[in-house]
């Protein structure tokens, strides 16, 4: 049970991600996919190691990577400024 809502998670946080960031950021797709895998990476390493709040580990898991992923990709970077 834990596994979908880590999927649902992530994926709802990949949405999010899309919708802030706009043209700026990575396409709506893969945003949720890069969310999904993170929140159940962050998820399964607190589940492996039989800690408390799985799904706070696997919030920030999603958030920080797609912040890293958003903010330091090659093409559009989120800080830079727009050329005009």
């Given amino acids: 049970m834990l596994f979908f809502g880590f999927l649902t998670l992530g994926a709802f946080i990949g949405w999010l991600s899309y919708t802030f960031s ?17 929140a159940l990476f962050g998820g399964a390493v607190v589940v492996l190691f039989d800690l ?6 696997a919030v920030i ?3 920080t990577s797609l912040f890293t992923i ?3 990709r090659k093409k559009k970077p989120i800080f830079e400024e727009p050329e005009n």
């Fill in 22 to 38: 706009g043209s700026r950021g990575i396409r709506m797709v893969p945003s949720m996919i890069a969310g999904a895998v993170s």
């Fill in 52 to 57: 408390k709040g799985s799904m706070i580990y």
């Fill in 61 to 63: 898991a999603s958030v």
């Fill in 70 to 72: 958003n903010a330091f």
